[in-house]
């Protein structure tokens, strides 16, 4: 019953710009802190972007997004936003997000995991 939905992935050119979703249900998508996490093959799952949970609004971002990717949620929607801007090769992997207790860049507190979707870089 608790479940993230993700959307929005594809192909884009270097320079260019994606808009994620991560729709929640069973569940207020405020309650939990959003993370974003994205993983390439034979890598670990390495942290993105984090708005925080129990109706806060404080924002994290990993150093490598800090300037291209915003973060945001739409509580009447039960949806949380990963627009991605400026886009490299070296973002061609797949993004998961994520509800957990707490954010620390790592996945060890996250109780829900969306099903992935894939974002390609490249011209």
């Known amino acids: 019953q608790l479940q993230l939905v993700e959307s929005g992935g594809g192909l884009v050119q270097p320079g260019g710009s994606l808009r994620l979703s991560c729709a929640a249900s069973g569940f207020p998508v405020d309650y939990y802190a959003i993370g974003w996490f994205r993983q390439a093959p034979g890598t670990e799952r390495t942290g993105v972007s984090c708005?925080?949970?129990?109706?806060?609004?404080?924002?994290f971002y990993a150093d490598f997004v800090k300037g291209r990717f915003t973060n945001s949620r739409d509580n009447a929607k039960n949806t949380v936003y990963l627009q991605m801007n400026s886009l490299t090769p070296e973002d061609t992997v797949v993004y998961y997000c994520?509800?957990?207790?707490?954010?620390?860049?790592?996945?060890?507190?996250?109780?829900?995991w969306g099903q992935g979707t894939q974002v390609t870089v490249s011209s």
């Open positions: 994520a509800a957990a207790d707490q954010w620390d860049g790592s996945s060890r507190w996250v109780d829900y």
């Open positions: 708005i925080s949970g129990r109706g806060g609004s404080a924002i």
